[in-house]
């Protein structure tokens, strides 16, 4: 890039990144992600970094802080309020500690703690006697504002150390650094209070408690559910500070502060690498959104002896995990017709990244919820992706209008097909009614179809797309009449690939009869209520004849799913489905009653975790299932075993927690009486 363009990119960066600062900052209401903030300033570090003659004392790397807003009283720090430099991988981290060890050798023993890295925001406590006396912002990291009315009213604060019962004694006058913060499930129960009384919710937990923090009246505070972490001394008098991260967490418990349950001490920087990638793998396992790990020098003294750069201790550094919430534009608002007809809006966004993956489209819930939300078409919105959760957009930011954004109408008629779209008395959905809706039929292939359905393998929605387009498939069981010569007349279809594909379809036809309930997507009934049903009811006919009652004698069905079951076998396109399945041959029956050996799992129930080394996550579930036991998704009292294969996560932990037995795969065989442990 020639040298003007490069000095025209910096000199907007440094405009923009003031900017945000201070919108974070000062005014608590950033316009952009974290994320995105961090990115610019990579950038900007890269050309200063090429160009050192370029950089100013007035550049955002120099300062790397807002500027204090003035209405509350200005609090100086006892010490500097420092910040933390980001590794964004475990190759970062493994570079920081090259060069703090080139430093000082000492490095190699001092060992490390690592400790979740709350995204809230920091406070600085101080106490003299023993007292809370005040109470501060960071602010820009040497002036905070006075908060002390408003921390008093976050429980988790003590106003007196140590807090009654603990040991330890409180030195002449403490000040600890700690993270405010709201956890999810409260921020959640907070916003459906706020949606019931029909107030403005709230974006996300961080924007809640900054906002939190700095209202005027404590009064607003203490209904806020605040908590708090404490993890730093910033400065202490008549005691000596402790020499070690380690120590220094437990004097700070002992004295009666909350702080983390979930730090670890390891000795070296291997054992330490490990447990960071264990750490991004179990983000979920924290009650509160945390944005990375930090890593800290255990040796504080020689933590302190390393120094700065700019506003970053050499001695930690912040590994963070990938953003799972980013702002981008809305550029427009689309309708998806699903497989029982319910019109879905979705977003469809300048891309961007999120969770380690870029996103174009992201799911709108309903055209309620773009209502209640005021979303328009060309706002900035908030986007979310955890973990596999489908990306949604949390909500405008309303602060980022141009005043050109613009309102979106649901479109009366169904998109695909053009059928006035109907409305239930007490649902938010609209449905399009039109059983022939192409839209609604390719949705039910591509289910029909499915790993977890049918399984017919490399029919992708392209193909099911195509096929419907032609004219060759006008319900799921049209699939067991394609001829050869229909499917060679299509474009792409060579010999080998029309053979191949009626060949995965024949070999689908013998299907349990599991999938095949799974298959026709009645709805509520998953993979594990069609094997339930699979094994009280012979074949398709018996259960078509079952009676709401009847059926609500099963484990799991409600009267809602009793209905939909009848309902379905009611409809007389689906009963030419069945027909036209049975002359196929697509009729599978209840197998033979489970004999003595493969009977041996029959009562018990499982929940399966992590990677086994023999099977796939559905053949696991066959062969339990074939054995005559239970898989379910989610570990509870009524869970016989928990099998762990390699990473499992948080189940793993639930069962621990509630005494479930865990076994791994050969546990599990032998448990059937087929190998042993
Ligand atoms: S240590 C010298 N520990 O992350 C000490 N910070 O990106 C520097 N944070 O400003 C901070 N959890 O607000 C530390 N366990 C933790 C933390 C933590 C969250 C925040 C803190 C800091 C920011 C840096």
């Known amino acids: 890039m020639p040298d003007d363009l490069l000095f025209q990119e910096l000199t907007k960066l440094k405009e923009q990144i003031h900017f945000h600062n201070y919108r974070y900052h000062v005014l608590d209401a950033p316009i952009i992600s974290d994320a995105e903030y961090d990115k610019m300033t990579i950038r900007l570090r890269e050309i200063e970094a090429q160009h050192p003659e370029w950089v100013t004392p007035d550049s955002p790397t120099r300062r790397m802080m807002g500027q204090v807003a003035d209405k509350f009283t200005k609090v100086q720090h006892p010490g500097a309020i420092l910040s933390l430099a980001n590794a964004f991988n475990v190759e970062d981290v493994r570079a920081w500690y090259e060069r703090i060890l080139k430093l000082d050798s000492r490095v190699a023993a001092s060992g490390f703690v690592l400790e979740p890295k709350i995204d809230g925001l920091s406070v600085v406590l101080h106490y003299r006697d023993g007292l809370f006396s005040l109470g501060a912002t960071r602010g820009d990291g040497e002036i905070g504002e006075d908060i002390t009315a408003n921390l008093r009213t976050v429980k988790a604060i003590p106003l007196r150390i140590p807090v009654g019962g603990e040991s330890g004694t409180a030195p002449a006058y403490l000040a600890v650094r700690g993270e405010a913060f709201i956890n999810i499930k409260d921020f959640e129960t907070l916003n459906q209070r706020l949606e019931e009384a029909g107030e403005k919710t709230y974006l996300n937990p961080r924007n809640t408690a900054a906002g939190s923090l700095r209202q005027l009246d404590p009064a607003i505070t203490a209904r806020r559910p605040l908590t708090l972490l404490v993890y730093q001394v910033v400065s202490i008098e008549g005691a000596t500070s402790p020499a070690t991260q380690w120590e220094l967490l437990a004097t700070l418990r002992k004295l009666g502060f909350p702080v983390t349950p979930d730090a670890e001490l390891y000795p070296d920087l291997e054992s330490m690498l490990k447990a960071c990638e264990r750490w991004l793998q179990d983000r979920d396992r924290f009650p509160f959104e945390v944005d990375g790990v930090v890593i800290k020098l255990n040796d504080l003294r020689l933590a302190e002896e390393l120094g700065v750069v700019g506003k970053d201790p050499r001695g930690a550094i912040a590994l963070k995990f990938p953003a799972r919430e980013v702002t981008t534009k809305l550029l427009n608002i689309g309708v998806n017709v699903g497989r029982t007809g319910v019109l879905t809006p979705y977003a469809m966004l300048e891309p961007v990244e999120v969770g380690g993956v870029v996103v174009k489209q992201a799911t709108l819930h309903n055209f309620d919820y773009i209502a209640e939300k005021d979303i328009r078409i060309g706002d900035r919105v908030l986007l979310k992706r955890a973990g596999d959760v489908i990306p949604y957009v949390i909500g405008p930011v309303v602060d980022a209008r141009s005043g050109s954004e613009t309102s979106f109408t649901p479109p009366k008629t169904c998109p695909a097909c053009g059928q006035e779209v109907e409305h239930?008395?007490?649902?938010?959905?609209?449905?399009?009614?039109?059983?022939?809706?192409?839209?609604?039929?390719?949705?039910?292939?591509?289910?029909?179809?499915?790993?977890?359905?049918?399984?017919?393998?490399?029919?992708?929605?392209?193909?099911?797309?195509?096929?419907?387009?032609?004219?060759?498939?006008?319900d799921v069981a049209d699939l067991y009449q394609l001829k050869m010569e229909d499917l060679l007349k299509l474009e792409g279809f060579a010999g080998?690939?029309?053979?191949?594909?009626?060949?995965?379809?024949?070999?689908?036809?013998?299907?349990?009869?599991?999938?095949?309930?799974?298959?026709?997507?009645?709805?509520?009934?998953?993979?594990?209520?069609?094997?339930?049903?699979?094994?009280?009811?012979?074949?398709?006919?018996?259960?078509?004849?079952?009676?709401?009652?009847?059926?609500?004698?099963?484990?799991?069905?409600?009267?809602?799913?009793?209905?939909a079951i009848v309902d379905w076998f009611s409809r007389p396109a689906n009963q030419t489905i069945l027909q036209k399945l049975k002359q196929s041959g697509v009729w599978p029956v209840k197998p033979a009653p489970a004999s003595a050996a493969e009977g041996k799992l029959s009562g018990l129930t499982f929940v399966v975790t992590g990677t086994l080394p023999d099977f796939s996550r559905d053949g696991i579930k066959e062969w339990i299932q074939a054995r005559g036991g239970k898989v379910t998704d989610s570990v509870s009292k009524n869970t016989s075993y928990l099998v762990a294969g390699e990473s499992a996560g948080s189940k793993l932990d639930r069962a621990r927690a509630l005494g479930i037995p865990i076994l791994d795969q050969a546990g599990l065989l032998a448990l059937a009486g087929e190998q042993d442990a």
């Open 424 to 474: 239930y008395e007490g649902e938010v959905a609209w449905y399009c009614v039109n059983a022939a809706c192409p839209a609604q039929l390719i949705r039910n292939l591509e289910h029909f179809v499915s790993r977890g359905a049918m399984d017919i393998v490399g029919m992708g929605i392209k193909i099911v797309e195509q096929l419907v387009e032609a004219g060759l498939l006008h």
């Open 496 to 563: 080998k690939k029309a053979e191949n594909l009626l060949d995965a379809i024949d070999a689908s036809r013998t299907r349990p009869l599991a999938r095949l309930i799974t298959a026709l997507g009645i709805r509520g009934v998953g993979e594990v209520m069609a094997a339930d049903l699979a094994v009280a009811y012979q074949d398709m006919d018996h259960l078509g004849k079952a009676t709401p009652l009847e059926l609500q004698m099963m484990d799991g069905v409600g009267p809602n799913i009793a209905m």
